[in-house]
């Protein structure tokens, strides 16, 4: 969506690429090093027989969700890496939660970098769904969608950030963050 002038507005672009690059540190973290690329996506490719996760975050400026949508083999794959363990012996669920703990630090970073620029939200625990579930939509006011892919090799997935502005106001003074410090910050991730 743009301005009258037909551009994005600035808080917008900010926003993109907090998800874009928050998205990128953590499934860095998650997976010990892997090396992930985006690829844009111009649109919502809405894609099928996948799963999707979905977290939500709110406050008073604005509303989003964060959305991951990932086959059944590329998680096990990506989960075989960080389990050291052969694809045979992950379940679909293990290798699901992989993609909710990375779908909550994604939205925990995005929600640490707005509240370092005094736009506060709040998290709601991530949500799996399975192919046959819609997305539920819980936006009433203006609505912006980026969307991407973050890709490994053969392995792939899709996200998306969704935001609803409620007072644009509010947002109009974000600045894209210190990525190199707010990674220095990070720690390390272990799955059980």
């Known amino acids: 969506m743009t301005d009258s002038t037909g551009t994005l507005p600035e808080f917008r672009k900010v926003l993109m690429v907090i998800a874009q690059e928050v998205s990128v540190s953590r499934i860095k973290t998650i997976t010990r090093g892997m090396e992930f690329v985006i690829e844009e996506l111009p649109a919502d490719p809405a894609p099928t027989g996948v799963y999707t996760v ?9 509303k989003m969700t964060f959305r991951v949508n990932f086959d059944p083999e590329t998680a096990k794959n990506i989960q075989a890496h960080v389990a050291e363990k052969p694809v045979a012996e992950l379940t679909q669920e293990v290798a699901a939660d992989l993609f909710k703990e990375f779908s909550n ?3 925990g970073g995005i929600q640490k970098m707005l509240q370092d620029q005094s736009v506060r939200t709040g998290i709601g625990l991530p949500l799996v769904m399975t192919p046959v579930m819609p997305v539920p939509s819980i936006f009433k006011k203006t609505v912006y969608d980026h969307h991407w892919t973050l890709k490994s090799g053969e392995n792939k997935f899709y996200c998306a950030l969704s935001v609803g502005v409620m007072e644009q106001t509010a947002l109009e ?13 990070e720690g390390s991730v272990d799955f059980l």
């Open 173 to 185: 003074n974000l600045k894209i963050p210190d990525f190199a410090k707010a990674v220095e910050d």
């Open 54 to 62: 979905i977290c939500l975050l709110t406050g008073k400026a604005l």
């Open 105 to 107: 630090l994604v939205s």
